[in-house]
C-alpha cells in the first residue's frame, strides 16, 4: 500500500504535467520565455513512460542546446525504449519485475 501511495504521488500527475508541457512548448519558437526555466518544463516529459514523450524530450533537449542534458534525455529514452517503462519505478508503483529488468538494476542500471 505504501508503494501504490508514493507512485500516486511521485507520477500519478503526470498526464496533467505533460498536457501543460505541451501547451508551453508547441508554441513556433518552441520555448518558454526564460532560458533557464526552459529544462524544468521538459522534465514531465523526459519523465514519462511513453516513447513518443520520450522522443519529444530528446528532440527538446537537441533544440536547448545543452550536451549534458541532452545525455540524460537520451538515456531516459533509450531505458524506456527497452522496457517500456522505468524498471526502478516498480516497487513504488506495485509492478514485478522482469528478469531483464532485474538484471538492468543489479548491473547499475539507472536510478533515477
Known amino acids: 500500500m505504501k508503494e501504490n501511495v508514493q507512485g500516486l504521488c511521485l507520477w500519478g500527475f503526470d498526464p496533467a504535467a505533460r498536457s501543460w ?4 512548448t508547441d508554441v513556433p ?3 518558454v520565455q526564460s532560458l533557464e526555466m526552459r529544462p524544468v518544463f521538459y522534465l514531465p516529459v523526459m ?4 516513447l513518443t514523450d520520450q522522443d519529444r524530450s530528446v528532440r527538446l533537449h537537441e ?12 538515456l ?6 527497452k522496457f517500456g517503462r ?3 519505478r516498480n516497487r513504488a508503483l506495485g509492478r514485478d519485475t522482469t528478469p531483464a529488468e532485474q538484471e538492468f538494476l543489479d548491473g547499475g542500471g539507472f536510478a533515477g
Open 63 to 74: 533544440t536547448f542546446g545543452d550536451p549534458e542534458r541532452l545525455r540524460y534525455a537520451a
Open 29 to 31: 519558437s518552441g520555448s
Open 21 to 24: 508541457v505541451g501547451r508551453r
Open 86 to 88: 522505468f524498471p526502478h
Open 47 to 50: 519523465h514519462s513512460e511513453l
Open 76 to 81: 531516459h529514452r533509450d531505458i524506456i525504449a
